[in-house]
């Protein structure tokens, strides 16, 4: 609650410096002003320089920084026990890497950031600062406090809306995530260790990132400097305008390793909307289990490289039973934008509502199909889960099946498919994408097979894909 969910990040000096040789000559790019221009790369370079320049960070800071806030709460949370083997996207969440929690209640004291988005006092942060919270305190730069009220909290896509009685209070003004680049300067102001507005700055490192347990939301990555309390605070861009909520970090020390993420601004909004609205956030649901797509299953499902998102499972009655969707389909695009990762696909319906309609393109047997699905709503336990893909190794296929009242159970399993991650007790379903009805169907399918096969089977109640490369 007091920390940056999952990562953390890095600061960074604020200088321009470029030295280089081309020629024989050193160009020097200070202060937005060229020193010398050897070659046709460098006058580009400084020309870029010339015009763009680094943003003015202080002007940002000065305008904006009286709109970011300190939170601090106090409270408790239900504990289910120790936490061993903590990955570095979960250490944040649950406090200082390594240490489990007892069962029972545990007292919940923590701090985060924030910001004002109304001069009557709404303001945004993370879900997971006020998480269990009893009391929450709002303290401003001229030192007031407040007591706020939680209007609501997504836990889904972390992000929290806060109200405190007050009037005339300093704003932030808004962007858009979407038009951001990467590479381009952005500046975050919070309470990292409740340092209240402490300023840092970095540039874009990458967008659309799907991490683990948080599709529903395609992350800013920077290389911005984030630590425990920043959580909740904004993320600005070169203009003074906000594109994101610093949300989580990458670490293994439980120290910041240069990974920073932020929820973009126009995710957060459209949450912001729907809980000042109704209280609560409704997510729309298409009913899949999805997984991710490697070249062995490339080549099985005969996709001209290893993207988009591969369908194990479609529920019934759901959206995507609806529309036609198929365990095999593999989904490349969502409206027209390109589906790379399996992680992207769930990302780009996380910002959808229900009763939207999508239009899907996938490839089916080889052959590209469009569908249009008409969003359900999801369920508390979230949706479009991510099997989990076996690794393929090399080898030949090595199945020993029954004939059983519930399909053809792998009896015995060696060589590739034992390598590949298939396991006795396993019940196949299709290969390549062909119903499995019987022994002499798997052959068949096999035979015709090229330099790999897609098992799909069915293990303790769920389904995945496992490629399995043949000689």
């Not at 904004?234 to 989580?248: D, K, M, R, T, Y």
């Not at 969003?375 to 004939?403: I, M, N, T, V």
């Amino acid at each position: 609650m007091s920390q940056p969910r999952r990562f953390r990040s890095a600061s960074f000096v604020l200088a321009l410096a470029a030295a280089g040789t081309a020629g024989g000559a050193a160009v020097q790019v200070l202060n937005n002003r060229v020193e010398a221009a050897p070659s046709a790369a460098v006058t580009a370079v400084a020309a870029a320089a010339r015009t763009v320049g680094t943003p003015d960070f202080s002007a940002i800071t000065d305008s904006y920084g009286p709109a970011v806030v300190n939170i601090t709460v106090s409270g408790t949370r239900k504990t289910s026990g120790p936490a061993p083997g903590m990955d570095p996207f979960e250490q944040f969440r649950r406090g200082m890497p390594g240490q489990g929690m007892p069962r029972g209640e545990s007292p919940v004291r923590g701090s985060g950031s924030g910001f004002i988005l109304s001069d009557d006092g709404l303001i945004l942060t993370n879900a997971h600062v006020v998480d269990g919270a009893d009391e929450v305190t709002v303290k401003l730069t001229d030192r007031r406090e407040f007591q706020a009220k939680v209007l609501g909290a997504d836990a889904r896509t972390d992000v929290a809306v806060l109200k405190i009685e007050a009037s005339k209070l300093p704003i932030v003004k808004l962007g858009k995530a979407d038009t951001l680049r990467v590479g381009e300067w952005v500046l975050a102001i919070g309470s990292p260790f409740g340092l209240e507005n402490t300023v840092t700055a970095g540039v874009v490192s990458a967008k659309g990132r799907s991490l683990p347990s948080d599709s529903a939301v395609p992350f800013i990555q920077t290389d911005v400097a984030v630590n425990p309390g920043n959580s909740g605070g904004p993320l600005f861009n070169g203009a003074g305008e906000v594109v994101g909520i610093n949300s989580q970090i990458y670490s293994r020390s439980g120290g910041y390793q240069g990974l920073s993420f932020a929820i973009p601004i126009d995710l957060a909004l459209r949450v912001k909307d729907q809980i000042v609205a109704t209280g609560k956030v409704e997510h729309a649901k298409l009913g899949v289990s999805i997984q991710e797509v490697n070249q062995a299953l490339a080549d099985s499902f005969k996709l001209e490289r290893p993207q988009g998102a591969l369908v194990a499972n479609v529920e019934a009655g759901s959206a995507a039973d609806k529309a036609g969707l198929k365990v095999g389909d593999v989904v490349t695009k969502v409206d027209g934008k390109p589906i790379l990762g399996s992680g992207d696909l769930p990302a780009s319906l996380g910002q959808r509502l229900p009763g939207d309609k999508v239009m899907l393109e996938v490839v089916r047997e080889g052959k590209p199909v469009q569908l249009t699905a008409q969003l359900g709503k999801s369920s508390e336990d979230g949706e479009q889960k991510q099997a989990d893909a076996a690794p393929a190794q090399q080898g030949r296929l090595g199945l020993a099946l029954a004939q059983t009242g519930e399909g053809l159970v792998v009896q015995q399993v060696t060589g590739p498919a034992a390598k590949a991650g298939v396991k006795q007790g396993d019940v196949l379903l299709s290969v390549n994408g062909k119903a499995a009805k019987d022994i002499e169907q798997v052959r068949e399918a096999v035979n015709q097979a090229g330099k790999s096969v897609a098992l799909l089977v069915q293990r303790e109640g769920r389904k995945l894909f496992v490629p399995v490369p043949l000689a």
